[in-house]
């Protein structure tokens, strides 16, 4: 079983919609969860961070975490042509030396 | 966020031949890491750079193949020895930001894409 598990996409949404990613982690002692963005050809961009169950807004961005049914999503309000990227899922797991395990990435186009 | 600045940022190489990659750092910090992407992959976490001490190296990662230095808490080298066109991908130098190791935020160099011949 893969440690972090994400939709495969490719994730298709008009201008202007809501997109919506979800991320699934299989170590219930997960402590810290991040979202990145990648362009294409470019290296991962941190754009959320979220520690405590609930949401956590920045912006257009909005991550919500459950612990207890270990997910944790991102939603991407209004979008934007510039919001089409790759959206990489992170977790840091607790006792584990710090280390980020990454899931597979969702990538979203925004069609314009 | 510390600037990170990688070279080189990309480079084809022949089979054989090995290639050291730089990790520079505007500011001082604790934990650096070191991964690979392969294409149309997600990250895999190469090793920790440790300061002064040999580098932390995850499962199916050994330091014959991928020796690492960090000699200082600004700067890393990665090198990929004895390349294979497997070892065509991005490596990607990064740093922890946060006041306690262990709780803070991933950040990334630009990367260096690497096509070995």
């Given at each position: 079983q893969k440690e972090v598990e994400q939709n495969s996409g490719p994730l298709s949404v008009p201008e202007g919609a809501i997109a919506s990613l979800n991320c699934t982690y299989?170590?219930?002692?997960?402590?810290s969860f991040f979202w990145y963005r990648q362009y294409s050809g470019k290296s991962p961009e941190l754009i959320m961070f979220i520690y405590s169950n609930g949401d956590k807004e920045d912006g257009r961005f909005t991550a919500q975490l459950n612990k207890a049914s270990q997910y944790v999503s991102l939603l991407i309000r209004d979008?934007?042509?510039?919001?089409s990227a790759t959206y990489l899922c992170a977790v840091r797991h607790r006792g584990n030396d710090y280390k980020l395990s990454f899931g597979a990435g969702t990538t979203v186009t925004v069609r314009a | 966020s510390a600037v990170i600045s990688q070279k080189p940022s990309r480079d084809i190489c022949q089979r054989g031949t090995s290639l050291t990659i730089q990790c520079q750092v505007d500011s001082q910090v604790t934990m650096m890491f070191w991964y690979r992407q392969q294409p149309g992959q997600s990250l895999t976490l190469i090793a920790t750079a440790n300061q002064g001490s040999e580098a932390t190296y995850e499962s199916g990662f050994v330091i014959d193949k991928f020796p690492i230095s960090r000699p200082n808490l600004t700067f890393s080298t990665l090198t990929v020895s004895?390349?294979?066109?497997?070892?065509?991908s991005i490596y990607l130098c990064s740093v922890e930001e946060g006041l306690i190791p262990g709780f803070g935020e991933l950040f990334f160099g630009e990367g260096s894409r690497l096509t070995v011949l």
């Open positions: 299989s170590d219930r002692g997960s402590q979008s934007q042509p510039s919001d | 004895n390349m294979s066109p497997e070892d065509s």
